[in-house]
């Protein structure tokens, strides 16, 4: 099974999350900077909500994507405020035709005074469990 983790994280809140699920999948987590160019049977793809979207490098990341290589996406983030900060990245991939698992991870990541100290243990192992739990479903 090939399996790929993407990531956008200005704070570092998200790649501790990818950090952890690409480390129960068996493999490293890169930055949405990355292109995948060969067919992937999960692609897990993390982010946040910056000022009310998604960054512009993980839009341009889905929209580079090409369906055919993508059977299915695992969408994981974190956020200080916002509660569904895959809203956006689900919506793009839908229009793409690119599958979505029905299992989501969610976590509070710290800004500025809020959360401090998140994702924190407990989180990054509930991430690393969503990981298995979505490759197991497949």
Request: overall charge positive.
């Amino acid at each position: 099974m090939n399996i790929e983790v993407r990531f956008f994280s200005r704070s570092g809140n998200t790649k501790k999350v990818a950090d952890a699920i690409a480390k129960a999948a068996g493999l490293q987590a890169k930055d949405c900077g990355m292109p995948i160019s060969e067919q992937v049977d999960v692609l897990f793809l993390g982010g946040s909500v910056y000022g009310g979207g998604i960054d512009k490098s993980l839009r341009e990341f889905i929209e580079n994507l090409d369906q055919k290589n993508i059977k299915c996406a695992a969408l994981f983030g974190t956020s200080a405020i916002a509660k569904n900060p895959y809203k956006e990245m689900e919506k793009m991939l839908l229009q793409k035709n690119i599958p979505i698992a029905q299992q989501r991870f969610y976590c509070r990541g710290a800004f500025t005074i809020m959360h401090r100290g998140r994702p924190n243990a407990a989180d990054l192992k509930q991430a690393a469990e969503f990981a298995v739990n979505v490759i197991n479903s497949l």
